[in-house]
């Protein structure tokens, strides 16, 4: 008996233990991906070993803010709440929201990393403003500008609510939210706007379980992003629409768009999945079900052909009458093997076991 037991617990100390792995693909089964996104991202207390130092400091020792749309919780504004939050902030601040809406423009500049703002799941209050490029410029419109790191958010809705460009007035440009820091997550959030919803402008991000909607461009910038089993829809009514417009400059800058599990609706066959704004744009949807609303060519080189051979516009497996099954796609669109499409399908691609952490729970 006793040898048995030491042959038992030898055996365990070399059962490898997972607590995040970065190398393992989403399933192709969208069942499963929910179960395979919590084996891989497991919370914070086993796996301070390997996330990076400054974050687990920071979420030792939460601090929390509670406000209310009336102005009657600890601050009167989300705005004065991050003003509360010293520079170079070194601890977790979870501004936690009642529901309702925040008519307000909000910055979260650089120097102050480790913010969450969360909402409740079955009321979730609605961040609000009608900024648009002619008053503040395209990438300073947004409802909410993020530029720290390790920002979290959760069950929310970021609106922008300026009205739709029709194409007369100029600087109709609208974002709900401009992501800037490094290291950022949004789970059950909905994007709503029309012309540049979402800048997803630079450093890691996760999307997941969001929505995102507009017409043109409506999620555009150079970041590194996985989105996670979120629905993007065109709002009908443009004779053309464009998804993405991913803008990376070289080769060799690590930035990217990869849409995995996620679901393309609206209707119409106006929309393309992405085009070209900058050389070397890299945009990947795959196992990704996609509605009408996709034009059957799927990509546009924006009258720019010679990016024909420097972009990579790149599918996998996908579904729908709007996914490529006539091989009706535009000539340099990437049909990617499932050797190629596999570091789209790994958490590795935003180096998710460093930073992730699962969505924050709604404080009592």
Same mark, same amino acid.
């Given at each position: 008996?006793?040898?048995?037991k +030491?042959?038992?617990?030898?055996?365990?100390?070399?059962?490898?233990?997972?607590?995040?792995? /970065?190398?393992?693909?989403?399933?192709?089964d969208?069942a499963?991906?929910n179960?395979?996104?919590?084996?891989?991202v497991?919370?914070?207390?086993?796996?301070k070993d390997t996330?990076?130092?400054?974050?687990?400091?920071?979420? +030792?020792?939460?601090?929390?803010?509670?406000?209310?749309?009336?102005?009657?919780?600890?601050?009167?504004?989300?705005?004065?709440?991050?003003n509360?939050?010293?520079?170079?902030?070194?601890?977790?601040?979870?501004i936690?929201?009642?529901?309702?809406?925040?008519?307000?423009?909000?910055k979260?500049?650089?120097?102050k990393?480790?913010?969450?703002?969360?909402?409740?799941?079955n009321?979730?209050?609605?961040l609000?403003?009608?900024?648009?490029?002619?008053?503040?410029?395209?990438?300073?419109? +947004?409802?909410?500008?993020?530029?720290?790191?390790?920002?979290?958010?959760?069950?929310?809705?970021? +609106?922008?609510?300026?009205?739709?460009?029709?194409g /007369?007035v100029?600087g109709?440009q609208?974002?709900? !939210?401009?992501i800037?820091?490094?290291?950022?997550? &949004?789970?059950?959030?909905?994007?709503l706007?029309?012309?540049d919803?979402l800048?997803?402008?630079?450093?890691?991000?996760?999307?997941? /379980?969001?929505?995102?909607?507009?017409? !043109?461009?409506?999620?555009f910038?150079?970041g590194?992003?996985?989105?996670l089993n979120?629905?993007?829809?065109?709002?009908?009514?443009d004779?053309?629409?464009?998804?993405?417009?991913?803008?990376?400059?070289?080769?060799a800058e690590?930035?990217?768009y990869? &849409?995995?599990h996620?679901?393309?609706?609206?209707?119409?066959?106006?929309?393309?999945?992405g085009?070209?704004?900058?050389?070397?744009?890299?945009?990947?949807?795959?196992?990704?079900?996609?509605?009408?609303? !996709?034009?059957?060519?799927g990509?546009s080189?924006?009258?720019?052909p010679?990016?024909?051979?420097t972009?990579?516009?790149?599918?996998?497996?996908s579904?729908?009458?709007?996914? /490529?099954?006539?091989?009706?796609?535009?000539?340099f669109?990437?049909?990617?093997?499932?050797?190629?499409?596999?570091p789209?399908l790994?958490?590795? &691609?935003?180096?998710?076991?460093?930073?992730?952490?699962?969505?924050?729970?709604?404080?009592?």
């Amino acid at each position: 008996m006793a040898l048995n037991k +030491a042959i038992l617990f030898s055996t365990l100390l070399f059962i490898p233990l997972v607590l995040s792995d /970065d190398t393992v693909p989403a399933p192709a089964d969208k069942a499963q991906l929910n179960s395979w996104f919590e084996q891989n991202v497991q919370p914070l207390a086993s796996r301070k070993d390997t996330l990076d130092p400054a974050l687990v400091a920071a979420e +030792a020792n939460p601090r929390i803010i509670k406000l209310k749309s009336d102005g009657s919780g600890e601050f009167k504004t989300i705005a004065d709440a991050i003003n509360s939050i010293p520079n170079d902030n070194t601890n977790r601040v979870i501004i936690s929201l009642g529901p309702g809406n925040y008519t307000e423009k909000i910055k979260i500049e650089r120097n102050k990393p480790f913010i969450t703002i969360i909402g409740d799941p079955n009321n979730m209050p609605t961040l609000v403003f009608d900024g648009n490029a002619a008053k503040y410029g395209t990438v300073e419109s +947004a409802t909410l500008i993020v530029e720290s790191d390790y920002f979290n958010a959760a069950n929310l809705i970021l +609106a922008n609510s300026a009205p739709r460009p029709n194409g /007369d007035v100029k600087g109709a440009q609208a974002l709900a !939210v401009r992501i800037g820091g490094d290291k950022a997550s &949004f789970y059950n959030c909905k994007f709503l706007g029309f012309q540049d919803t979402l800048c997803d402008d630079k450093g890691k991000h996760l999307f997941k /379980d969001c929505y995102i909607e507009g017409t !043109v461009d409506f999620i555009f910038g150079n970041g590194k992003s996985i989105y996670l089993n979120v629905e993007l829809h065109v709002i009908p009514g443009d004779q053309q629409a464009w998804i993405t417009a991913q803008a990376r400059h070289t080769d060799a800058e690590d930035t990217g768009y990869s &849409f995995v599990h996620c679901k393309v609706t609206g209707t119409g066959r106006t929309a393309y999945l992405g085009r070209t704004w900058m050389p070397y744009g890299k945009v990947v949807f795959a196992y990704t079900d996609m509605s009408d609303a !996709v034009i059957p060519d799927g990509w546009s080189n924006n009258s720019h052909p010679e990016t024909e051979k420097t972009v990579l516009f790149g599918e996998f497996s996908s579904t729908g009458p709007g996914s /490529d099954t006539n091989n009706s796609r535009a000539a340099f669109t990437k049909k990617l093997t499932e050797a190629e499409v596999k570091p789209f399908l790994t958490l590795g &691609f935003i180096e998710a076991s460093k930073w992730l952490l699962p969505p924050t729970q709604v404080p009592a």
